[in-house]
Nanobody
Framework: QVQLVESGGGLVQAGGSLRLSCAAS????????MAWFRQAPGSEREFVAA????????IYADSVKGRFTISRDAAKNTVYLQMNSLKPEDTAVYHC???????????????????WGQGTQVTVSS
């Protein structure tokens, strides 16, 4: 069983920055992919970014490319999402997810992931 715990959300003004953390436990993650999704009220869960644990390869949604950076710290079993130049439309609950041996072309689908954290609220004011 994998446990994922997010932290780092909060209220920030447009143009500001936040760093989200996702602490993972319960398994070794060498064959896993880790991702961030977000969900705004009344909207479907949206892919944000993903990282392959073993290679460090990353992919991003077009809406966050150049502003967000996903990274991992293997020693701490933690994945980060550095969010810069935040916009009001980035406001959502951000969820961390993990899944084993996900093909690259499936990384953007929430159905590919087996484990989810509770989420952390990010609110960007204009």
């Amino acid at each position: 069983q994998v446990q994922l715990v997010e932290s780092g959300g909060g209220l920030v003004q447009a143009g500001g920055s936040l760093r989200l953390s996702c602490a993972a436990s319960g398994r070794t993650f060498s064959s896993y992919a880790m991702a961030w999704f977000r969900q705004a009220p009344g909207s479907e869960r949206e892919f944000v970014a993903a990282i392959m644990w073993s290679t460090g390869r990353t992919i991003y949604a077009d809406s966050v490319k150049g502003r967000f950076t996903i990274s991992r710290d293997a020693a701490k079993n933690t994945v980060y999402l550095q969010m810069n130049s935040l916009k009001p439309e980035d406001t959502a609950v951000y969820h961390c997810a993990s899944g084993r041996e996900i093909p690259i072309y499936m990384l953007t689908s929430p159905h590919s992931y087996d484990y989810w954290g509770q989420g952390t609220q990010v609110t960007v004011s204009s």
